[in-house]
């Protein structure tokens, strides 16, 4: 019977002492733990094929959901890394994405520069993105509209995120030091640092490889993006001088206005190209990869 005591005691001492560790949860704010990482890099296409014809009729539906109202504000967060740590990870074209995507926000759909976070290269690090998320809730309020547009690598592992998948997907970012090391941004820790936004009028836009694991960011009146499938590669090419889901859905599709399939507002000559029909556009001219859409906005959305 004392036996019996003792090893009930010890074994609710070891008890006690494992679990803060098994039920502590991951700090969001920083590097999380992860294995099996694997980096999946874009790829440098070698003759550009042709795109797939016109818009054809997936997420627009040719009627405005809810406008922005007077005097709300927009903000923006976007990121484009072209130059990661090192030699062997850098891209060509992401931030070339990132300068066509500020260019439509501010001179198509009324962004002021003032409430843009540009993050490009080595100034895109974990830290920076993070702060720049940070900021932007701080503050923003309901009703008003954000935009977070990423172009870079993506990457998979098992990640202690605080979600329950069995294989994780992430932006990859990086220290900040050109010599330094990447640093994934998780779906689930993306998640968390948007959850608690007052706003639901949020869009997303990934031109990353594995792109399509980002539904975890799914909420109402959240409008998600992706250049690809859960487990798809992105391309670019100089032919485009972007990824080629940007080329389409931005540098075409919004900028010079071959997205615009609907007359929103009763002036034809001037494009009124909305984000659905931008997504749709892309994914009737991109070939090879195939874009994928997460649309939780009532009709389309036009920023």
Known sequence: MKRLMVGVLVAVLVLVLIAPAVLAKPDMNKPLPATDVELVKKVTLRGKPGGGGGPVSQAATGLLGEQ??????RYAIIVGISDYPGTGSDLQYCDDDADDIYAALT???GYSPDNIHLLLNM???FTAIQGAISDVKSQEVAG???VFFFSGHGTKAVADD?????????????????SGRLVAIWDGQLKAWFSGFNTSRIIFIFDSCLAGGMTDLQSPGRLINMACSESGVSYEDASWGNGQFTYYFVAQGMLAGKADRYDHDNNATCPDVTIEEAFDYAKANCQVQKPIISDSFDNDLLP
């Open 162 to 178: 605080g979600d329950k998948e069995k294989t994780d997907e992430a932006i990859v970012s990086h220290d900040g030091n050109p």
């Open 144 to 146: 008003d509209e954000v």
């Open 68 to 73: 922005l109202g007077t005097g709300a504000d």
């Open 123 to 125: 100034d895109a690090s």
């Open 107 to 109: 001179t198509l759909y």
